[in-house]
C-alpha cells in the first residue's frame, strides 16, 4: 500500500447563508443571491480540487458540539433534513452522504492511544450538523466522496484556551498519522468563520447586499492580520496569538477546527492560497487552502 496523505487543508467557513444564495435543488429556501465574493471563491476553490485525485474528506465542525470528548461519524450512510436552529428561514437541507467509516475509525484509536478521549457515533439516525454539511457542499456539492465529520469537544469553552490548543494539536496529529497509516488521500476541512461578532437583526430580504459589512473595524483588523500570517506561511506564530484572537474577536476558532487543521498539515511554513474573504451578517469569512507539497 503507497503512504496515504493529506493533498489539501481548507478554511472552509458553514454561513448558512451561502448555501442559501446558491438555490441548490436540497435547500428548500429560495433566494436571489447574494455574498459573491465569497460564493466565487469557492467556486474558484472547487476548480482547483476538481485537478486532484483525492478519495474522502475529514471535517472538524463548530456545530457538533460533544461534551465529552471528541466523536466521530461511525455510520456507512446517513440521511435526514438538516436545518439550522438560527436561521431556518435560510436552510432547510436535505442531505444523503456516505461517511468512511474504517478511516473514521483509525483516527478515533489513533488519538485514543494519544490519550484523548474519542467515541465513534453509531446512531444511524443521527441529524448530521449544518457546518458539516455547509463546509462539503460549498467544496464539493456533487457529494460523490464520503466524508468523516469529527466533533467539537468544548475543551476551549470547559477548560481555557491553552487545553484547547493542545488537545487540538493532539487531534491534527493523530488525524495525519491516521491518513497516512491508511494509504488513502485526504482532504481536510476547518468549518469555522474568522472574527464572529454578527448582528442580531436581519433585513427583510436576508440578501440584500446594502446591509452587509463587517460588525467593527477591530474585527476587521483581527481578520487581515490572521489572513496575513496564513499567507506568509507563519502558523506557529498565528497559533501564538490565536487565544487573544478568539477572546478579542469572538472568533469561531474557539471550537477548535483551525487550530486541528493546522496541526494536522504540521503547522504549514509555505504560503496558504486565499480564494475569498468576505462578510456575512458582520462576520469574517476567509476562504483559505493549504497544498502541502509530495
Ligand atoms: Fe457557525
Known amino acids: ?35 459573491e465574493m465569497l ?21 472538524h465542525s463548530p456545530h457538533w458540539k460533544t461534551r465529552v470528548g471528541t466523536h466521530l461519524l461511525g455510520v456507512e450512510k446517513l440521511s435526514g433534513l438538516s436545518v439550522d436552529p438560527i436561521f ?34 453509531r446512531n444511524p439516525q443521527f ?19 464520503p466524508i468523516i465529520a469529527i466533533s467539537s469537544n468544548a475543551a476551549y469553552f470547559d477548560y481555557s484556551n491553552d487545553v484547547g490548543q493542545t488537545e487540538m494539536r493532539v487531534l491534527g496529529e493523530a488525524t495525519r498519522e491516521a491518513i497516512e497509516a491508511s494509504g488513502k488521500r ?40 490572521i489572513i496575513q500570517l496564513m499567507k506568509s506561511g507563519r502558523t506557529k506564530e498565528l497559533m501564538d496569538i490565536m487565544p487573544d484572537f478568539i477572546d478579542q474577536a469572538n472568533s469561531e476558532c474557539k471550537d477548535g477546527s483551525l487550530s486541528w487543521l493546522l496541526s494536522s498539515l504540521a503547522f504549514p511554513d509555505y504560503p496558504a492560497e486565499l480564494y475569498a474573504y468576505g462578510t456575512v451578517i458582520g462576520t469574517g469569512n476567509a476562504v483559505v487552502s493549504w497544498f502541502p507539497k509530495g
Open 186 to 225: 485526504a482532504i481536510l476541512l476547518a468549518s469555522n468563520s474568522l472574527s464572529h461578532r454578527h448582528f442580531t437583526t436581519e433585513p427583510e430580504l436576508p440578501e440584500d447586499m446594502s446591509y452587509e459589512h463587517i460588525y467593527h473595524h477591530g474585527q476587521y483588523l483581527w481578520d487581515m492580520q
Open 127 to 145: 441529524r448530521v450538523d449544518y457546518g458539516t454539511i455547509i463546509s462539503c457542499h460549498l467544496v464539493r456539492p456533487q457529494w460523490d466522496k
Open 1 to 35: 500500500m503507497t503512504n496515504g496523505c493529506i493533498v489539501a487543508g481548507v478554511l472552509a467557513p458553514h454561513p448558512p447563508h451561502l448555501v442559501y444564495a446558491e438555490n441548490p435543488p436540497q435547500n428548500e429556501p429560495r433566494s436571489e443571491g447574494g455574498w
Open 39 to 59: 460564493r466565487w471563491g469557492y467556486e474558484r476553490l472547487r476548480q482547483k480540487l476538481d485537478s486532484m485525485s483525492f478519495d474522502v474528506f475529514v471535517v
Open 88 to 121: 431556518p428561514n435560510l436552510f432547510r437541507y436535505t442531505f444523503d452522504l456516505r461517511v468512511d467509516v474504517s478511516l473514521s475509525e483509525k483516527i478515533c484509536e489513533q488519538a485514543t492511544s494519544k490519550g484523548l478521549v474519542a467515541k465513534m457515533m
